[in-house]
């Protein structure tokens, strides 16, 4: 029997040792997909903050005729170079949940479709990625690039809530009564997350840490950004007190109410670091605490709406 006659045995053979329940692997690679999409995000945040984004001066290629960074690039190869390897890295992660959702492909499609919108994304990634090197650090490609890790760490989330059975068709679990108007609030508090972040992107444009020496900036006025950047921020410290309240007052319990009062720590959090920033000059450091502080925002406020949608609402506390 030739190999390629043999194909489709050995599939049967690696499809039959395959989970067909939601074991404690799926769990593990949701969970390593969401902090390696968050890593992603600081590593990409320290290839500009250290002026490395032009580290590896072309794409796909690192140079013009190496793969790979060499000694004679430096640290600014080197850790532009470690930013692309991360992307397999997550890669990888994505491929082995597909893989390990195979057989429950078409039970579980809404943790296979974000499983594949999560590997989708990579080649995605990669080709702004190069457009933003080919284009001399564009701000306008570079914050793209930006927001669409944004966007994985919220797909990233739904996911690891699904596979741990928090939330979706599919629950495990019965979430506490909560009331009704949990759900618009977090709703807001997650779209105005959202559009803090698409701000804070101009704002960085504008700002001095380009990538490079030579990097263009979007020509904006930073400071009158800066301000603007600043009211959905306070929007958002208002609802998640309010969603705090609530949580507190009806006594409401279990992964909404860690989740509401997780989101409340990151929002003060963010807070604090953005005035440190501001008034100090904005030092690289602090802006890439920021970055980082940005994507657990946007983790914990869909986790936070993702748990309330979820959740009954409480006996006459229904909006209609």
Request: glycine share 10%.
């Amino acid at each position: 029997m030739t190999t390629l006659s043999r194909l489709p045995q050995l599939a049967s053979r690696l499809t039959s040792r395959l989970p067909r329940t939601v074991d404690k692997t799926i769990r593990r690679l949701s969970v390593a997909s969401l902090i390696g999409q968050t890593l992603l995000v600081v590593t990409g945040g320290a290839v500009r903050l250290t002026a490395s984004g032009l580290g590896c001066p072309t794409w796909p290629r690192c140079t013009d005729t190496s793969l790979v960074n060499t000694p004679e690039m430096g640290v600014h190869g080197f850790i532009e170079f470690g930013n692309r390897m991360l992307t397999f890295a997550l890669a990888t992660v994505a491929a082995l949940m597909l893989v390990y959702l195979w057989n429950l492909r078409k039970e579980r499609k809404d943790l296979f479709l974000l499983a594949l919108g999560l590997l989708a994304s990579i080649p995605a990634q990669a080709v702004i990625g190069g457009i933003t090197v080919l284009s001399n650090l564009n701000p306008w490609v570079v914050g793209l690039h930006f927001l669409v890790s944004m966007a994985l760490v919220v797909f990233a989330t739904l996911l690891v809530n699904r596979t741990y059975g928090r939330t979706g068709r599919f629950a495990t679990r019965q979430l506490p009564a909560i009331p009704g108007v949990m759900r618009p609030l977090t709703s807001a508090v997650a779209v105005f997350s959202a559009i803090a972040v698409m701000l804070g992107v101009v704002v960085t444009g504008a700002g001095p840490h380009a990538g490079d020496a030579d990097a263009p900036r979007n020509n904006l006025d930073w400071d009158l950004f800066s301000h603007i950047h600043a009211v959905p921020a306070y929007l958002i410290t208002a609802g998640t007190l309010v969603a705090v309240l609530l949580v507190l007052r009806h006594r409401v319990t279990g992964p909404l109410r860690v989740g509401v009062l997780g989101l409340l720590a990151v929002t003060l959090l963010q807070g604090v670091i953005g005035f440190t920033q501001y008034y100090n000059g904005i030092p690289a450091l602090l802006v890439g605490t920021h970055m980082l502080g940005a994507a657990l925002l946007m983790s914990a406020a869909t986790n936070a709406w993702d748990l309330a949608r979820n959740s009954p609402v409480s006996r006459g506390q229904r909006v209609s």
